[in-house]
């Protein structure tokens, strides 16, 4: 389980571990050293290289489908759209302005 903390709430926590449990304090400690050096400019951009082609692929999978529903005469919308594409539902309802403009 991952969650996000702020550094306010992260010395918070500290001070708790500290006083009660060692243990836990330092494998906090370790975790959190290990999630900063894990952010590395190369593994940032190949994220973001990640995301934007996946968002690429969503908009055309997106846009084919609009095409089909209008070719077949159907109701365009998000969910018809969603069906049609083979994608999520809620990846769908992200571009709902996108595909109410089609």
Known sequence: MRITITDT???AL?????QKDT?????????FKK????CT???IKATTKANN??????????????????FEDK?????????TAEISYNTA?????????Q
Do not use: G
């Open 75 to 83: 109701k365009i919308t998000v969910y018809s759209v969603a069906k």
């Open 14 to 18: 500290q001070k708790i571990l500290v």
């Open 9 to 11: 709430e992260f010395q």
């Open 41 to 43: 400019p190369k593994k």
């Open 53 to 70: 082609a996946k968002r690429k692929k969503s908009r055309n999978a997106i846009t084919n489908a609009v095409n089909l529903l209008r």
């Open 93 to 101: 309802k992200q571009y709902r302005d996108f595909i109410l403009a």
């Open 23 to 31: 243990t836990l304090y330092n494998r906090l400690n370790e975790e």
């Open 35 to 38: 999630s900063i050096l894990s």
